[in-house]
């Protein structure tokens, strides 16, 4: 027993215990940055005179400085601006102070009492105005302190007495900017006692009669300043900007101008006297005529400004207004005496005119010609002189200021009526385009007369393109009021038509919406129109003619709201309709006519309204949540169904085509999917399922490309689509991963894909959080389950959970928001129905023209390529310059360039395709392929994807055009 005991024992103790040896933690390398601070203060003391302190300095300029280095390279450049006795360095050291304060992440509150105390001791009045400028810098660095704000203010009331008027413009700016309605500023610049503290506003108004025209205006424009921070200004300095408008300088009575505007902003019911006289005048009529005679000034920029303001000038009284389209002075703008009151007075002089004495009853009353009226004389015609100014700025300031007032008084649109049809004749296009603008704007104010819609018909011999289309767009919305005036504006339609057929399209929907504006205009004019005849029968026009066309449209769009028209129509005239209904039915309306079947160029579902269709579209994806109880070829056949009545819809209702759009082609993505995941494909041996393999890889590049299209071509979408889109974009990437690692040998390519496909779907969990709980048993729900588990698992585990989740997972369900459109473009030009073909030389170029209308296109001037494909299979993409895009309405633009084709000698004309692309760039794709994180690494070290996803979508039909490139002669 003793025996056994000791063996144990012994055992015991001579066991040997490995103990691991502990890792030496690796020693952690700190990057330390050379001090600026201490750089700049060797080269300053190297420094043999100004001139090379001035050298290192700007040196130093043109360096990045970090925020944890502002502060000691600010005490480094102060202890040498005391030391510096040359003012050119030291304003440049001034000068750095500002830019220092700017540096993110720098507070610039710690500077202010050094650079205060060195402007408080500095003699250059350079270097003092660049010191407050620099205070004027920092001041106004968010956050902006008060107590700062206060202090500096202090600074600028102290040296506003200086001498320099430099010092006194950066004075009024720190005022402006920084100082305080209700501070008041003592004499020495602190509050100090209520006999000698004055408020900010008050202290800038003071120096509105400074001897530099400089500091006027810097005054003048400090006070706005104040206004613009909310600070309220004193009626009493009217009087004062009123003078200044009379100034010699032309930057002060700018500034002026806009004093006086303010003013009558803020004080319009205020009563003023009239000078020399007993009169008084409301606060915003008196500035409006004070404005008024400002057009007439001597400066184009004073003039352009002052038209300007007039425009936003809403207040003022009616005949007031008027006046300023008259050049004679209106004697009702004085008030006149009645004749009793003048008997009176008479009567209370005591004089009678005895007959003896020449001229002795001649009224006493002097009369001043320049002060005698309401409203200074200079204002009278106020309009017309701005309409006449030899600048075409300030015709156009003019025009655009009448635009504003007429929108908000009818009476006075009619009255100026005449004044911008006359502007159709100016010199300058850009003035005539702005007019035309304008009378479109106001086009529900008025009513076109035989001669003034003579004058805005002659503008269509423009050659300008931009200006015969703006007229046409302005005739779509004008009122004229006599069958002639219809008539006369269809002649000269027709007539631009012939000269210009490339505006065909325009002039058509020109006269569409003329007619339907018009019907009983039109109505006695139909017999004359269609040639047609009680007793003979009158031959058949060519239905070719573009000319018969516009007729038509013409005729056809007033039918729709005269139902006594259809009686005058010939038989060949209901034919052509019927074609027309079917060709053009965009431009042509249904119509009910009279003893024949209803034409329906729509299904039920248009006339039963938008509403209807609204209710439709919603149900259609209220049976899509219905799928997940279906066997597989039944969800499939519903799919195809709902899919088939979605694009019905979109072709009815044009109001709906891009949501129903949208959710087509996001069910034809999940189509993809369900049948690119069947049973068989994934329980058959790869060997034997090749053919369905090269089925699901082209589903997913499919739905690839059309997760693209959804995310790039429709607009309106909120967040919760986007993240819609993104999930189907995923469910995609994960399937072409689970695709390659069935066909992929070796684990190299694949640790790398997992690697690319683990950052897109961390990258989609951070940009979509608030939107994941809406995608619940989707996707990204069953992957979101195994996240933690996802950086230490294999890569073939990883495959076979992505395999799980797709086949496994639901179809997340479609909510639409209000309005969706998709991107549409349609070629105007070429049309593709020429068969003569440009001949060019080969090894040339031919120009051709391109038009096309883009609707509900973001950013087409960055976005829109051209396609130009040959018929060897050679493709060009032209990107247009940001001139050939125009903006005629909201959300819709026009393409009007021309593309340059070039090509070799060929035997026989064959057809170039074009058509319009629309570029995306994608920042939420993969990262590039060279990352170097390991397989198993934490996703927290992961960088965000980089590498952008670009490529293009075609939205438009593809036009023909035949060429044909001729050899070059010897």
């Not at 203060?41 to 300029?61: G, I, P, R, S």
């Not at 610049?189 to 001897?211: C, E, H, K, L, W």
């Not at 690319?756 to 961390?762: G, I, R, V």
Request: charged share 25%.
């Amino acid at each position: 027993m003793a025996a056994h005991l000791k063996k144990r024992v012994y055992e015991e103790f001579t066991r040997v215990v490995q103990v691991p040896a502990e890792e030496v933690p690796s020693k952690k390398l700190r990057l330390c940055k050379p001090s600026k601070s201490a750089a700049l203060h060797v080269d300053l003391c190297k420094a043999a005179n100004a001139t090379d302190a001035l050298q290192y300095l700007l040196q130093f300029a043109r360096k990045p400085v970090e925020a944890e280095s502002v502060e000691g390279v600010v005490r480094i450049l102060l202890e040498h601006y005391y030391k510096e006795a040359d003012s050119s360095v030291r304003l440049k050291i001034a000068s750095l102070l500002g830019v220092l304060s700017t540096t993110p992440g720098f507070s610039p509150d710690c500077i202010v009492e050094d650079v205060v105390s060195a402007a408080a001791n500095e003699k250059s009045h350079q270097v003092l105005a660049q010191l407050l400028d620099s205070l004027l810098t920092a001041g106004t660095q968010p956050p902006q302190s008060p107590v700062v704000a206060a202090r500096l203010a202090e600074v600028a009331r102290r040296h506003l007495s200086d001498a320099s008027f430099g010092v006194r413009n950066k004075c009024l700016q720190l005022l402006g900017r920084l100082g305080a309605g209700d501070a008041p500023l003592g004499k020495d610049g602190v509050g100090t006692s209520a006999a000698v503290a004055r408020d900010v506003p008050s202290v800038i108004s003071d120096y509105f009669g400074d001897q530099d025209p400089r500091v006027r205006t810097a005054a003048l424009k400090a006070t706005l300043q104040l206004h613009e921070r909310g600070i309220k200004i004193q009626q009493m300095i009217y009087e004062q900007a009123c003078r200044l408008l009379a100034d010699d300088y032309e930057q002060v009575r700018s500034a002026a101008v806009q004093m006086v505007w303010v003013l009558s902003d803020l004080y319009p019911e205020s009563i003023v006297p009239i000078p020399s006289s007993n009169e008084e005048i409301r606060l915003a009529d008196d500035a409006f005529g004070k404005i008024s005679h400002m057009v007439s000034d001597g400066s184009w920029m004073v003039r352009a400004q002052a038209a300007k303001t007039l425009g936003s000038m809403s207040q003022v009284s009616p005949h007031f207004l008027e006046q300023t389209l008259d050049k004679k002075l209106m004697s009702d703008l004085r008030r006149k005496r009645t004749a009793h009151e003048r008997a009176k007075e008479l009567f209370a002089s005591g004089e009678f005119s005895s007959g003896r004495k020449w001229a002795d009853d001649t009224p006493k009353e002097k009369l001043d010609t320049n002060t005698v009226n309401l409203i200074a004389s200079g204002a009278c015609g106020a309009f017309v002189h701005g309409l006449e100014d030899e600048m075409f700025e300030v015709r156009i300031a003019a025009v655009e200021a009448l635009c504003r007032l007429a929108r908000s008084s009818p009476g006075f649109a009619e009255k100026c009526l005449d004044f911008l049809v006359d502007m159709f004749n100016d010199e300058i296009e850009e003035v005539r385009l702005q007019s035309i603008h304008v009378l479109r704007e106001i086009s529900t104010h008025i009513t076109l007369r035989e001669d003034q819609l003579d004058t805005v018909l002659a503008v269509l011999e423009d050659s300008s393109r931009d200006i015969r289309e703006a007229l046409h767009e302005l005739l779509c919305c004008t009122n004229v009021s006599t069958k002639e005036c219809i008539q006369l504006a269809l002649l000269e339609l027709l007539k631009n038509l012939s000269k210009y057929p490339a505006d065909r399209n325009s002039v058509w929907k020109c006269l569409k919406f003329l007619g339907s504006r018009h019907p009983m205009l039109v109505l006695p004019l139909v017999p004359e129109l269609l040639s047609t005849h009680p007793y003979f029968d009158t031959p058949e026009p060519d239905m070719d003619d573009p000319a018969y066309i516009a007729v038509l449209v013409l005729v056809f769009n007033a039918a729709k709201s005269c139902p006594t028209m259809p009686a005058l129509f010939s038989d060949h005239t209901f034919r052509h309709y019927a074609y027309l209904r079917d060709s053009l039915s965009y431009l042509v309306p249904p119509l009910r006519l009279p003893g024949r079947k209803q034409i329906h160029g729509l299904d039920s579902a248009d006339c039963q309204g938008v509403e209807s269709a609204q209710l439709f579209l919603q149900q259609s994806l209220d049976r899509v949540s219905t799928i997940q109880n279906l066997e597989a070829p039944g969800a499939q056949d519903l799919l195809i169904f709902i899919i088939r009545d979605l694009q019905r819809l979109g072709q009815l209702q044009t109001e709906l085509a891009g949501a129903a759009d949208f959710c087509a082609t996001y069910l034809r993505c999940q189509l993809l999917l369900i049948k690119a995941l069947q049973e068989k494909l994934w329980n058959v041996a790869v060997p034997l399922c090749l053919k369905q393999n090269v089925t699901a890889t082209a589903a997913a590049r499919q739905v690839l490309e059309e997760s693209y299209k959804l995310e790039f071509m429709y607009s309106g979408l909120e967040s919760r689509q986007v993240a819609v889109v993104h999930h189907v974009r995923l469910q995609a990437k994960a399937l072409q991963l689970v695709l390659s690692a069935r066909t992929t040998h070796g684990q190299d390519p694949l640790v790398g894909a997992c690697e690319k496909f683990l950052q897109e779907m961390d990258s989609f969990h951070r940009l979509f959080a608030a939107e994941l709980p809406h995608l619940r048993d989707g996707f990204a729900d069953k992957l979101a389950e195994a996240t933690p588990r996802l950086a230490s698992r294999k890569p073939s585990e990883l495959v076979n959970l992505l395999q799980t989740s797709l086949r496994h997972s639901a179809l997340v369900p479609l909510t639409l928001p209000p309005q969706v459109h998709r991107a549409t473009a349609n070629i105007i030009e070429p049309t593709g129905e020429s068969d003569n073909p440009l001949k060019f030389t080969s090894g040339l170029v031919v120009a051709l023209d391109v038009d096309a209308t883009l609707e509900h296109v973001r950013d087409p001037h960055g976005s829109v390529k051209v396609e130009v494909v040959y018929p060897d299979g050679q493709s060009h993409v032209i990107h247009p310059k940001p001139g050939d895009f125009r903006n005629p309405g909201p959300q819709r633009h026009r393409l009007i360039t021309q593309v340059y084709l070039s090509h070799g000698a060929w035997t026989e004309p064959c057809q170039v395709e074009v058509r319009l692309l629309l570029a995306y760039s994608s920042s939420s794709s993969s990262s590039s392929d060279d990352s170097k994180v390991a397989w198993g690494d934490s996703l927290d070290d992961l960088p965000p994807p980089e590498g952008a996803v670009e490529g293009t979508i075609a939205f438009s039909k593809p036009v023909k055009v035949f060429i044909m490139p001729k050899p070059a002669r010897r």
